[in-house]
């Protein structure tokens, strides 16, 4: 089997290898290497048929391919790289495309889109766990073991405000069923100091009362108890 | 009337109101008071002010948004060889829909303007004219969610993650499915 293409590594050597050269030099590299690809995808082609058409099935044979579409593999990530060192996206400021990020992100399914964001490519995540205020939009947690299937709950939600930091937060703790898991709790009493919206449902266990209370809440402007979720729209007095 | 200067010195009379949905322009006029004197916008092309100062409901916001939302797609064949022979390993991973060439062709002649315009709104500080809809689309997917893949066609943006990383991304979100 071929070797798999890093498209970093090659990323990184295009970068490099164009750090002097004009748009119109990039285009050219482009056009030789789609030049090259054609030719390798003709002998790979040329080579597969002989394979399957039994005149020479030989181990070398299938090596031969492997080697061919290795290469070919290179060079696709080659013209993708230089299309992307010259694409226009680039030319936009870091500042302004963490910007653009937000305006993007709906407050529905921000944890979605800030996720989309994030799997772009290593640039644009670089970008958005650099911007806390990514992280900030709602969040409604899940304190009860039952509400949860268990994936990496605990975890991701750390992670999320982690990102967040040092930025205030608006949570909504839903109504527990089942026991309280001790790791999302330790991730909630962390950031309290961060809360500025804390929205409860009309019960809480009293230890957990007794956990919040034991926080400095330095940050909180609003809290609502036993408000059916929905908020922001709903209105809350502020404190 | 407002008199604009470009970078590449044309003079632009442009209607007040149209001019002052730039903050930075009206912040100008507010410190400057009433003149005759032109605005020097040497960050902008004449280009890009023409496409700037078009009338508010214009086609400014359909360059931004709608193109971008009508990128048509084409069906691609089953290959009769292996994947691997025809396909270029990313494609392998990952395909989901492809942009025809001709819109491939025309968005790309076309980007270059629209990040222009982006980088003269955040000069001019016109939030508007910021794209919004980048993620979402209108088209293809009903469900409004523009898929990484596309994201990264659309702006010719290499997937640069190795199968371990993008496996561990993976396993980063998988914690929201139970929100």
């Given at each position: 089997m071929p070797t798999p293409v890093s498209v970093r590594v090659i990323l990184a050597k295009q970068a490099e290898r164009t750090r002097h050269s004009s748009k119109a030099d990039i285009e050219r590299f482009i056009e030789e290497s789609e030049q090259k690809i054609t030719s390798l995808k003709s002998q790979i082609s040329t080579l597969w048929d002989c394979e399957h058409s039994g005149v020479d099935a030989s181990q070398e044979t299938a090596s031969q391919i492997d080697t061919l579409v290795e290469l070919r593999d290179r060079e696709r990530a080659c013209v993708a790289s230089l299309r992307y060192i010259i694409s226009p996206i680039r030319t936009l400021p870091v500042e302004l495309l963490a910007e653009i990020f937000e305006l993007a992100i709906e407050n529905e399914?921000?944890?979605?889109?800030?996720?989309?964001?994030?799997?772009?490519?290593?640039?644009?995540?670089?970008?958005?766990?650099?911007?806390?205020?990514?992280?900030?939009?709602?969040?409604?947690?899940?304190?009860?073991?039952?509400?949860?299937?268990?994936?990496?709950?605990?975890?991701?939600?750390?992670a999320w405000w982690a990102r967040s930091a040092p930025m205030p937060l608006s949570i909504s703790l839903e109504r527990i069923r089942g026991k309280m898991d001790p790791r999302i709790l330790e991730h909630v009493l962390r950031v309290a100091p961060r809360f500025r919206s804390l929205h409860c449902p009309n019960y809480l266990p009293v230890c957990l009362i007794n956990r919040l209370g034991e926080c400095r809440l330095d940050s909180l402007e609003e809290l609502a108890v036993g408000l059916p979720y929905g908020y922001p729209d709903t209105f809350v007095p502020p404190l | 009337?407002?008199?604009?200067?470009?970078?590449?010195?044309?003079?632009?009379?442009?209607?007040?109101?149209?001019?002052?949905?730039?903050?930075?322009?009206?912040?100008?006029?507010?410190?400057?008071?009433?003149?005759?004197?032109?605005?020097?916008?040497?960050?902008?092309?004449?280009?890009?002010?023409?496409?700037?100062?078009?009338?508010?409901?214009?086609?400014?916001?359909?360059?931004?948004?709608?193109?971008?939302?009508?990128?048509?797609?084409?069906?691609?064949?089953?290959?009769?060889?292996?994947?691997?022979?025809?396909?270029?390993?990313?494609?392998t991973r990952k395909r989901t829909t492809d942009?025809?060439?001709?819109?491939?062709?025309?968005?790309?002649?076309?980007?270059?303007?629209?990040?222009?315009?982006?980088?003269?709104?955040?000069?001019?500080?016109?939030?508007?004219?910021l794209c919004r809809r980048w993620l979402q689309d209108g088209s293809q997917h009903d469900q409004g969610a523009r898929p990484p893949e596309e994201i990264r066609k659309l702006f010719n943006i290499v997937n640069d993650f190795t199968p371990e990383e993008e496996a561990q991304i993976k396993k980063e979100n998988e914690w929201a499915e139970d929100r």
């Open positions: 399914t921000h944890v979605e889109d800030i996720y989309r964001i994030s799997q772009i490519c290593s640039d644009w995540r670089v970008i958005a766990h650099a911007t806390p205020r990514l992280w900030t939009r709602p969040i409604r947690v899940k304190l009860g073991t039952e509400q949860i299937s268990g994936r990496n709950y605990a975890d991701g939600l750390g | 009337m407002v008199l604009l200067v470009t970078s590449d010195n044309e003079q632009f009379q442009t209607e007040k109101d149209i001019v002052e949905r730039s903050v930075l322009i009206k912040n100008m006029l507010e410190d400057v008071g009433e003149s005759d004197q032109p605005i020097p916008l040497p960050n902008v092309s004449s280009s890009v002010l023409k496409k700037v100062t078009q009338p508010s409901t214009g086609p400014t916001e359909i360059d931004v948004r709608g193109r971008y939302l009508s990128t048509a797609s084409t069906t691609v064949e089953s290959p009769s060889r292996p994947p691997i022979l025809e396909q270029s390993q990313d494609e942009i025809s060439e001709w819109d491939q062709k025309f968005i790309t002649v076309d980007q270059e303007m629209l990040f222009e315009i982006i980088l003269a709104a955040n000069y001019l500080d016109i939030k508007s004219l």
